[in-house]
């Protein structure tokens, strides 16, 4: 079993930046593919970044939507994973979900296995 807690969501301007943080108990996430989705109201949840199980390299996987803006990364000895927004747009509003799969399509939701509670992120225009 893995356990995900996010946290680090809030309101900010649009142009500003936040960074979200999922930390993980109960497995070694270097071990896991994790991947980050947002839900905005009304919406399918919908894939936005992740990350590679180490032994596959550990290589990062964007949404076309934040490329160039979003970056995922991992901090093995904290277990835990970073989403680093910036030039955050009001588009970007929606709850944001940490999820963690041993192995699978890193952007297939329905694969996932353990998921967060969720952190809102608003973004003001």
């Known amino acids: 079993q893995v356990q995900l807690v996010e946290s680090g969501g809030g309101l900010v301007q649009a142009g500003g930046s936040l960074r979200l943080s999922c930390a993980a108990s109960?497995?070694?996430?270097?071990?896991?593919?994790m991947g980050w989705f947002r839900q905005a109201p009304g919406e399918e949840r919908e894939f936005v970044a992740a990350?590679?199980?180490?032994?596959?390299?550990?290589?990062?996987y964007y949404a076309d939507s934040v490329k160039g803006r979003f970056t995922i990364s991992r901090d093995a000895a904290k277990n835990t994973v970073y989403l680093q927004m910036n030039s955050l747009k009001s588009e970007d509003t929606a709850v944001y979900y940490c999820?963690?799969?041993?192995?699978?399509?890193?952007?297939?939701?329905?694969?996932?296995?353990?998921w967060g509670q969720g952190t809102q992120v608003t973004v003001s225009s």
């Open positions: 990350i590679s199980a180490s032994w596959s390299g550990g290589r990062t």
């Open positions: 109960g497995r070694t996430i270097t071990n896991y593919v």
């Open positions: 999820a963690a799969v041993p192995r699978g399509s890193y952007d297939d939701k329905n694969g996932y296995n353990y």
